[in-house]
């Protein structure tokens, strides 16, 4: 492939999202086309490049190492583009491009989080940029913005990446609930001895640290969202974790009660990170300071003890 044409792009683009949903026929509905379709397109751009992509049959479906490599360097291909659109735009004085933004789910419910009063700002200015907003667990945020896929991402993250700069933003209130129906939920003095003997729910970017603040070695169920986590407390079978401001609804309307918060509920520091270099589009660096102003206190001293205070206790398990 000497030169990239638009139809280079668009083959590249469909070979992306076949390799992001693992297979052929989970990519039908994200590309609204059949599986012959798209098995054109894949030979098609194989032929283009002269390399085989994937290996697809009975065994599954798998990238070869060589389409491993084509689908990293696409993925630069196509940030190396929204960044010069971006940055063509802002010489015309407006904020043009695609901004790509990665949370948490049930962010959306706390009152603490800065993200809809920032989007607001952001959209009342002159722009005609696109944005992508994705939900995913941490881990998987880290990765997709250290791919560039995304261009920033904000949550409570298990680890530093030095290539991840984390700023932080707020905390988050997480405390420990049985569901109506549960026997915990009118007894009157329920004790960790208690919990650690119940059906316990561990989440699965978490599970070391939710198993190790209760002192139990298994869970008994595992999520990857907290709706799903939501959906096991208020079957009344099971206990675990979530957001305060999550859980308030259910515990106003008597579904939900917390339980040991004086032994169980600990504060989740949230951040913002970002690839370096990222910063230097135009339209991720005005994002990034409309959300700063939107911080629900001063970001001083005060929260940056907080921030460290709770990564020291990250062995005892945040989300």
Not at 42 to 70: H, N, P, Y
Not at 151 to 163: E, G, T, V
Request: include cysteine; charged fraction near 25%.
């Amino acid at each position: 492939m000497r030169r990239v044409s638009d139809a280079d792009l668009r083959l590249l683009k469909i070979f992306a999202t076949v390799a992001e949903c693992n297979g052929f026929a989970a990519a039908q509905a994200e590309l609204n086309l059949s599986a012959p379709s798209i098995s054109n397109y894949m030979t098609a751009l194989e032929q283009r490049l002269g390399v085989r992509l994937c290996t697809r049959g009975r065994a599954g479906f798998a990238l070869t190492d060589k389409g491993a490599i084509i689908y990293r360097e696409a993925q630069k291909l196509f940030a190396a583009a929204d960044e010069f659109a971006a940055n063509a735009g802002a010489v015309k004085g407006r904020l043009t491009g695609t901004l790509r933004i990665g949370l948490v789910d049930c962010m959306v419910t706390d009152p603490r989080s800065p993200v809809i009063e920032a989007v607001q700002r952001f959209s009342a200015r002159d722009h005609d940029v696109r944005l992508e907003v994705s939900i995913a667990a941490p881990v998987s945020l880290q990765r997709c913005v250290l791919e560039k896929r995304l261009h920033l991402a904000i949550a409570c993250f298990p680890s530093d990446i030095s290539a991840l700069p984390a700023e932080p933003l707020y905390d988050e209130i997480n405390s420990f609930y049985c569901g109506l129906g549960h026997p915990f939920f009118h007894k009157a003095d329920v004790s960790l001895s208690d919990i650690r003997a119940s059906r316990v729910i561990a989440r699965s970017y978490w599970r070391h640290a939710d198993l190790s603040r209760l002192g139990i070695e298994r869970e008994a169920a595992s999520v990857d969202f907290m709706e799903a986590q939501a959906t096991l407390i208020l079957s009344g079978a099971y206990v675990g974790y979530l957001p305060e401001h999550y859980a308030a609804a259910w515990v106003a309307e008597g579904k939900m009660r917390r339980l040991l918060p004086e032994r169980l509920t600990y504060v989740s520091p949230f951040s913002l990170i970002q690839r370096r270099g990222s910063g230097d589009v135009q339209v991720v660096r005005q994002f990034i300071r409309d959300l700063r102003k939107c911080l629900p206190t001063p970001r001083g001293p005060r929260l940056e003890v907080s921030f460290a205070r709770s990564r020291r206790a990250a062995a005892g398990g945040i989300r």
